[in-house]
């Protein structure tokens, strides 16, 4: 039977995880991609706020070098957030004064382990990952290999969330490996209104559901209608 | 520290103190949580006992066991090894291979050298346990001849150091995967109810 040895944890997206045989295979690696403003950090954050909820550390990562409450002002009007679990429930960690004074990837993949060594999250997120292609030396592939690979030793689900160029459909380069690739897009219906849509483009060891079901960003983040496209 | 993590350390601390005929013990909780309390039992049994064992990983590496017990100054550098050396280490760290047969059974070998296998004979008889941590993977990488042979070698091993106590940790949910006979291994079992480990 499909799954039937995988451990689950619930998403937080409203709606996904009946999609998906209950939640995200644990410990998985998950990829979150989509274009500018499809929800991406959205969904980032509404994951690790179900993981406040059931009493799970999270771990966010940013790439952009953010100041903390910067970004706590565009998110805090969410219902799911939980004002008081920033710095406790869940920790930020940014990794851009890493990424700039070193650029080596060596370094950056330790520094990536000792904060999880510290912290022991359950979910971690890594939001954008595509950036550091751009600010590493060396080889790009590589490095999504070998960071896939440390993200899979330590138990915790782990989304990295990628930017979508204009020609390609998904991040190839990290869709592969990843053990689930979630797609976010935007789609315009025949009356000219643009809508969200999200599709789980691929799910080890879970049978889940296909093609785009219409998706919504409201104060209670997202929410996914099964059979609406 | 919170009053839900010393209500886990008391629970654990409650059924390591058990009567030394207790050799099998199987603590259970929720997946997501048994990285957590597998630090916890390795902060009883190293720092606060000062006991000497094995740390099994089946699927994990073991420099992130290392990793993780030096950050939270459970071992100190130097005092945990995972290579099983004739020296006095307080902690030997072995990653499983998916299973803990393939250790036990490489170990066994060792023993059997005439030139090292003495010094590494009394190593495992000053020491005090045998964990295993995530059990319950172990049906990911196993049929069902592949998990008797793992307690199988586990109570051989345990019949050769009569000072050693199995302790294993595994997720609740998934332990029905190792077959209806393997609760019945364990001498004693404790659950850590998750509203406990929400904190």
């Known amino acids: 039977m499909v799954g039937d040895t995988l451990e689950r944890v619930k998403s937080g997206i409203n709606g996904m995880d009946e999609m998906m045989q209950g939640g995200f295979a644990f410990p998985s690696t998950v990829l979150v991609a989509g274009s500018a ?3 991406k950090t959205t969904f980032a954050l509404q994951f690790l706020a179900r993981g406040v909820r059931d009493g799970e550390q999270g771990l966010f990562f940013t790439t952009l070098s953010e100041p903390t409450q910067w970004m706590l002002r565009f998110v805090t009007h969410f219902t799911f957030i939980d004002k008081d679990s920033f710095g406790k429930q869940i920790k930020y960690v940014d990794l851009g004064p890493v990424l700039r004074k070193d650029r080596d990837p060596d370094i950056l993949l330790k520094y990536i382990d000792d904060q999880i060594a510290e912290h022991m999250p359950q979910r971690i997120v890594i939001d954008p990952i595509s950036v550091i292609g751009n600010m590493i030396k060396g080889d790009y592939r590589m490095f999504l290999y070998d960071l896939a690979n440390h993200l899979k030793n330590w138990r915790a689900v782990s989304i990295m969330t990628g930017e979508v160029l204009p020609n390609e459909p998904y991040p190839v380069e990290i869709s592969y490996i990843v053990d689930t690739v979630v797609l976010l897009s935007l789609g315009l219906t025949s009356e000219g209104t643009r809508r969200k849509y999200l599709e789980i483009l691929k799910m080890r060891g879970t049978q889940h559901t296909t093609g785009q079901h219409l998706m919504d960003v409201s104060r209670d983040g997202i929410t996914v209608t099964v059979g609406l496209k | 520290m ?3 993590n010393e209500a886990v350390m008391q629970k654990l601390r409650g059924a390591l ?4 005929s207790i050799r099998k013990l199987l603590i259970t909780m929720r997946a997501q949580s048994v990285t957590r309390v597998d630090l916890a039992v390795a902060k009883i049994l190293l720092s606060e006992r000062n006991e000497r064992g094995i740390y099994i990983t089946i699927d994990r590496p073991d420099k ?9 100054n459970i071992t100190g550098p130097g005092e945990a090894s995972s290579e099983m050396e004739p020296v006095a280490k307080r ?3 072995a990653k499983g291979i998916f299973s803990p047969a393939v250790f036990i059974a490489e170990l066994m070998n060792r023993t059997a050298n005439p030139h090292s296998g003495p010094a590494l004979d009394a190593e495992l008889r000053a020491m005090r346990f045998l964990m295993v941590d995530n059990l319950s993977t172990l049906a990911a990488y196993n049929g069902p001849k592949g998990i008797d042979a793992c307690f199988g070698h586990v109570a051989m091993f345990l019949m050769k150091y009569p000072s050693l106590r199995f302790i ?3 997720g609740r949910d998934s332990l029905g995967a190792l077959g209806p006979d393997a609760p019945g291994f364990f001498n004693m079992m404790v659950g850590i109810p998750d509203d406990w480990l929400m904190d």
């Open chain 2, 2 to 4: 919170t009053r839900q």
């Open chain 2, 64 to 72: 992130h066991v290392l990793m993780i017990l030096e950050k939270h």
């Open chain 2, 17 to 20: 103190d058990s009567p030394p």
């Open chain 2, 91 to 93: 902690l030997f760290i």
């Open chain 2, 168 to 170: 294993a940790l595994a």
């Open chain 1, 37 to 39: 403003g499809t929800g």
